[in-house]
C-alpha cells in the first residue's frame, strides 16, 4: 500500500513560504514509509522467538500458556526540506492479539494489526487574496489475522501455521474553499460562500479467498529457532463517494469510484541463537514483490539481548530482558531509505507471567529527490498477559 500523501519539492517551500499555515498532523510518516503493509518502527524479535506473530503464525504451536497482548507506539517525526520543515507525530495501538493453546491439537490465535493511519488538518491562509482553505482527512486501513498452528507427528522440533488475512478500513477528507469578497464581478466568488469538497472511501479485500491466507514453517529447539513464511498479493478495492457543497445549501451529485491496487506478496525468514547461558542474537529479513517478482520493499535486522530469568524473585536486573537491535529498509519501491535502532527491556511483573515491554528507538528516513528527509524517534511500550494469562520463559 503507498501512502498517497505525497508532495513535491515546490508544494513543500509554496506550503511554508506563500502561505502562513496552521496545521497538526497525527501520521507515522509523511513521506509514506510505513506504507506497503509493513509494522512500523522498532523492528524487534517477537517474529521469531515468542509472542503472536502476522508474519509468522507457526511460532503459536510451542506456546504452553494464554496470553494476551497489546502494544502501543509513539513517534515523532519531522520532514525537513531545505531550511524548512513541517513536524507531526503519532500515537496508535498498533495491534491487540491472543494465542490459546490447546495442546495436542495446536494453538489459536487472532490479532488486529493497524497497517496504516494518518489524521491530519492543515489551514491555508493567503494573505494576498484574502482568502482560506482548510484540510482535513483521516486514513485507517486494518488486517485481523485468525490463525491455526501445529506441531508436526514424530517432528516436534517443527511447526505449521496459516493466517487469514481480513483487510479493512475507511477514509474521509474534506477541503474547505473559504468565500472571499474581492475576487471581482466575473467570480462566483463575490456571492460569498463557501465550497466543501468531501470524500469518503471504504477499504476491502477483492481476491480469491484462497490468497488471503499466509503459512509459515518453523523450527524450534531450546537454543535456537529458525522459521520461512509466504503470503500471497492481495487485490484490495477502495470504493469512493465524493461530492462538492456549496456553503450549507446546496450540494451536487455524488461523484461514485472505485480504485484498485496490489498488497504485494511478502517472504520473510528469521533465525534465534541462544549461547553461553543468557546471552541471544536474533537476524530475520522480509521483502516485498510484485507480480513481476521486482522488490518493491525490504528490510533487514539485528538484535542483541541479555535474558533474564523471568523468576520474580530474582534480582531486577537478573529477572529482566535487555538488549539492543538495529535495522535498515528500503521501502515504497525503493523510493525511500530507513535506519533505526532501539534499546528495549522486557520486565517481568509479579508472579502470573505478566510481561512489559519498553523500547526507545530512532532514525532517520531518506527519501530521493525531490522530496525530503526524516529524522524520527518515539518509544514502543508492549503488555503481554492479564490476571492468570501470561507469557513462559519455558515453552514445550
Given at each position: 500500500?503507498?501512502?498517497?500523501f505525497y508532495i513535491t519539492s515546490v508544494h513543500f517551500v509554496l506550503f511554508l513560504t506563500v502561505f502562513f499555515a496552521v496545521g497538526t498532523g497525527f501520521a507515522a510518516s509523511l513521506i509514506g514509509t510505513d506504507a506497503l503493509g509493513m509494522?512500523?518502527?522498532?523492528?524487534?524479535?517477537?517474529?521469531?522467538?515468542?509472542?503472536?506473530?502476522?508474519?509468522?503464525?507457526?511460532?503459536?504451536?510451542?506456546?504452553?500458556?494464554t496470553k494476551f497482548g497489546t502494544t502501543i507506539l509513539f513517534e515523532y517525526a519531522w520532514a525537513q526540506k531545505d531550511k524548512e520543515a513541517i513536524a507531526m507525530n503519532s500515537f496508535t495501538v498498533?495491534?491487540?492479539?491472543?494465542?490459546?493453546?490447546?495442546?495436542?491439537?495446536?494453538?489459536?490465535?487472532?490479532?488486529?494489526?493497524?497497517?496504516?493511519?494518518?489524521?491530519?488538518?492543515?489551514?491555508?491562509?493567503?494573505?494576498?487574496?484574502?482568502?482560506?482553505?482548510?484540510?482535513?482527512?483521516?486514513?485507517?486501513?486494518?488486517?485481523?489475522?485468525?490463525?491455526?498452528?501445529?506441531?508436526?507427528?514424530?517432528?516436534?522440533?517443527?511447526?505449521?501455521?496459516?493466517?487469514?488475512?481480513?483487510?479493512?478500513?475507511?477514509?474521509?477528507?474534506?477541503?474547505?474553499?473559504?468565500?472571499?469578497?474581492?475576487?471581482?464581478?466575473?467570480?462566483?466568488?463575490?456571492?460569498?460562500?463557501?465550497?466543501?469538497?468531501?470524500?469518503?472511501?471504504?477499504?476491502?479485500?477483492?481476491?480469491?479467498?484462497?490468497?488471503?491466507?499466509?503459512?509459515?514453517?518453523?523450527?524450534?529447539?531450546?537454543?535456537?529457532?529458525?522459521?520461512?513464511?509466504?503470503?500471497?498479493?492481495?487485490?484490495?478495492?477502495?470504493?469512493?463517494?465524493?461530492?462538492?457543497?456549496?456553503?450549507?445549501?446546496?450540494?451536487?451529485?455524488?461523484?461514485?469510484?472505485?480504485?484498485?491496487?496490489?498488497?504485494?506478496?511478502?517472504?520473510?525468514?528469521?533465525?534465534?541463537?541462544?549461547?553461553?547461558?543468557?546471552?541471544?542474537?536474533?537476524?530475520?529479513?522480509?521483502?516485498?514483490?510484485?507480480?513481476?517478482?521486482?522488490?518493491?520493499?525490504?528490510?533487514?535486522?539485528?538484535?542483541?539481548?541479555?535474558?533474564?530469568?523471568?523468576?520474580?524473585?530474582?534480582?531486577?536486573?537478573?529477572?529482566?530482558?535487555?538488549?539492543?537491535?538495529?535495522?535498515?529498509?528500503?521501502?515504497?519501491?525503493?523510493?525511500?531509505?530507513?535506519?533505526?535502532?532501539?534499546?528495549?527491556?522486557?520486565?517481568?511483573?509479579?508472579?502470573?507471567?505478566?510481561?512489559?515491554?519498553?523500547?526507545?528507538?530512532?532514525?532517520?528516513?531518506?527519501?530521493?529527490?525531490?522530496?525530503?528527509?526524516?529524522?524520527?524517534?518515539?518509544?514502543?511500550?508492549?503488555?503481554?498477559?492479564?490476571?492468570?494469562?501470561?507469557?513462559?520463559?519455558?515453552?514445550?
Amino acid at each position: 500500500m503507498r501512502n498517497n500523501f505525497y508532495i513535491t519539492s515546490v508544494h513543500f517551500v509554496l506550503f511554508l513560504t506563500v502561505f502562513f499555515a496552521v496545521g497538526t498532523g497525527f501520521a507515522a510518516s509523511l513521506i509514506g514509509t510505513d506504507a506497503l503493509g509493513m509494522e512500523q518502527a522498532p523492528k524487534n524479535s517477537v517474529i521469531i522467538r515468542n509472542g503472536f506473530a502476522p508474519q509468522n503464525p507457526a511460532i503459536h504451536a510451542f506456546e504452553n500458556k494464554t496470553k494476551f497482548g497489546t502494544t502501543i507506539l509513539f513517534e515523532y517525526a519531522w520532514a525537513q526540506k531545505d531550511k524548512e520543515a513541517i513536524a507531526m507525530n503519532s500515537f496508535t495501538v498498533p495491534s491487540i492479539s491472543m494465542v490459546l493453546p490447546l495442546g495436542f491439537a495446536g494453538a489459536f490465535g487472532i490479532g488486529l494489526e493497524q497497517k496504516y493511519f494518518a489524521s491530519n488538518r492543515l489551514e491555508l491562509i493567503d494573505t494576498a487574496l484574502n482568502a482560506n482553505v482548510l484540510y482535513n482527512s483521516r486514513v485507517g486501513i486494518y488486517e485481523l489475522l485468525p490463525s491455526y498452528s501445529i506441531r508436526l507427528p514424530f517432528l516436534t522440533d517443527f511447526a505449521i501455521g496459516t493466517s487469514y488475512r481480513i483487510l479493512f478500513g475507511n477514509s474521509y477528507s474534506t477541503l474547505e474553499l473559504g468565500s472571499n469578497k474581492d475576487w471581482g464581478d466575473e467570480a462566483w466568488m463575490t456571492r460569498n460562500v463557501f465550497i466543501t469538497e468531501k470524500e469518503i472511501g471504504t477499504f476491502e479485500s477483492a481476491s480469491d479467498w484462497w490468497r488471503n491466507f499466509g503459512y509459515s514453517l518453523h523450527f524450534h529447539k531450546k537454543n535456537v529457532d529458525y522459521f520461512i513464511s509466504y503470503f500471497p498479493s492481495i487485490q484490495v478495492e477502495k470504493d469512493i463517494k465524493k461530492n462538492v457543497q456549496f456553503s450549507n445549501l446546496d450540494t451536487l451529485q455524488s461523484e461514485l469510484r472505485t480504485e484498485t491496487f496490489t498488497l504485494p506478496k511478502r517472504f520473510a525468514s528469521g533465525v534465534h541463537f541462544r549461547f553461553w547461558k543468557n546471552q541471544n542474537a536474533s537476524l530475520a529479513y522480509e521483502a516485498q514483490k510484485d507480480e513481476d517478482e521486482n522488490i518493491v520493499s525490504w528490510f533487514a535486522f539485528a538484535e542483541y539481548k541479555l535474558s533474564g530469568t523471568g523468576l520474580y524473585y530474582s534480582p531486577f536486573f537478573q529477572r529482566n530482558d535487555f538488549g539492543i537491535n538495529a535495522w535498515f529498509a528500503e521501502k515504497c519501491s525503493n523510493e525511500v531509505n530507513e535506519y533505526g535502532a532501539s534499546i528495549f527491556s522486557d520486565l517481568w511483573l509479579g508472579r502470573k507471567g505478566t510481561l512489559v515491554g519498553i523500547a526507545l528507538f530512532g532514525g532517520y528516513r531518506q527519501a530521493k529527490e525531490p522530496y525530503w528527509d526524516e529524522p524520527f524517534f518515539g518509544f514502543k511500550f508492549s503488555l503481554t498477559g492479564v490476571g492468570n494469562w501470561g507469557t513462559s520463559v519455558r515453552r514445550r
